[in-house]
């Protein structure tokens, strides 16, 4: 087990941590998937809240990334393994009618030998009555990997906010690049908005060999990554695509 200790003398200066914090206690004591880190308990030991939760051995995949050799390209075959490990735990959390609203590389935890992963950090989850059905009403999240209804400040489906931040992670462990770029954030939320992105001219390997993604994960990309949230899919449907079925 691992404990996470917040002071309370903090805490309370900015309520919004203390929501935050309040919200991720609510949704983790009600999840049991063995892609997402487990919590056991809090304890409130009058100066400090402690959170008792799964100890993860691993780095999260913005770090695993960033290790590897070269422009960072994972082959695709390992891209399918991890990837799949994630919509597994995205399919379960849905299932039980939550959202995460913050997927993205740095919250999701790996182990390099079983390519385990666990889903981490949901201050921003929330509970539905239907993930596909619901609109919510606030923003929140990371930039890059917001959706364009959320870009947009629209009100927005939590569920398809969430396929969509898992097309843009396919994309960046396909390329080793985001889709989309911008030295502003009010620009990168227009790009966003647009939902137009294109993909790198050419990427090279380790070795400088030309590397090129497959139709089938390009396919993929753009079915999460559709403009119109009601048309992306949701994540059981993601598990039966026929690129994802393939792995060696």
Not at 15 to 44: C, F, P, T
Not at 79 to 103: S, W
Not at 133 to 158: F, N, R, V, W
Request: proline letters at 3%; aromatic letters at 8%.
């Amino acid at each position: 087990m691992a404990i996470k200790q917040y002071e309370k003398s903090k805490l309370t200066q900015d309520q919004s941590r203390v929501d935050a914090l309040q919200q991720e206690i609510n949704i983790l004591s009600q999840l049991d998937h063995i892609g997402i880190m487990k919590y056991y308990d809090s304890i409130d030991s009058g100066n400090k809240v402690s959170i008792v939760v799964e100890y993860i051995n691993g780095n999260n995949l913005y770090q695993y990334i960033r290790k590897l050799p070269g422009c960072r390209i994972i082959d695709e075959n390992e891209v399918k393994k991890i990837f799949t490990k994630i919509v597994e735990a995205v399919e379960y959390m849905h299932e039980q009618k939550v959202c995460h609203r913050d997927l993205k590389l740095e919250n999701i935890l790996i182990d390099r030998q079983s390519y385990q992963i666990k889903l981490i950090d949901f201050g921003f989850s929330v509970k539905t009555r239907s993930v596909h059905e619901q609109k919510l009403h606030c923003e929140c999240g990371t930039p890059i990997y917001m959706s364009p209804e959320m870009a947009q400040k629209k009100d927005h489906l939590g569920g398809p906010a969430d396929i969509w931040a898992l097309g843009v992670i396919l994309y960046i462990l396909l390329t080793g690049k985001t889709p989309f770029f911008a030295s502003f954030e009010d620009d990168l939320l227009r790009k966003i908005g647009t939902g137009k992105y294109k993909w790198p001219d050419f990427l090279t390997d380790k070795k400088g060999k030309i590397v090129e993604s497959s139709n089938g994960a390009k396919a993929l990309v753009r079915k999460l990554m559709t403009h119109d949230e009601r048309l992306r899919p949701t994540a059981s449907k993601i598990l039966e695509d026929p690129w994802l079925s393939n792995i060696k």
